[in-house]
Nanobody, 121 residues
């Protein structure tokens, strides 16, 4: 059974940092890419970052480029999202996902359960 295990999240002050991680397991096929979406209350999920496994080819949404970094543990279906210089507008529920065209949530077959990130001033 395909699963995405997310860790990290919580509360941090403006300008602080936080790291999320996500590991895929139980997939019936080889995972090609992984990444993160986030969702504000009452809004649709929006893409944040994605990376092709086995490469350094990463994609970011404009609002996080230069502040967030997605990385991977080579040889594993595991990625990290290092979030620096966090802002109140980064407050959202963050979801891990696999194998999607950046950033098309309708392409996602498997989602993580989500982890809340709260940035307070």
């Amino acid at each position: 059974q395909a699963q995405l295990a997310e860790t990290g999240g919580g509360s941090v002050q403006v300008g602080g940092s936080m790291r999320l991680s996500c590991e895929a397991s139980g997939y019936p096929y080889e995972v090609q890419s992984m990444g993160w979406f986030r969702q504000y209350p009452g809004k649709e999920r929006e893409g944040v970052a994605s990376i092709y496994l086995g490469s350094y080819n990463a994609v970011y949404t404009d609002s996080v480029r230069g502040r967030f970094t997605i990385s991977q543990e080579f040889g594993k279906s595991k990625v990290y999202l290092q979030m620096n210089d966090l802002r109140p507008e980064d407050t959202a529920e963050y979801y891990c996902a696999t194998d999607f065209t950046p950033f098309r949530p309708e392409h996602v077959q498997y989602w993580g359960r989500g982890t809340q990130v709260t940035v307070s001033s």
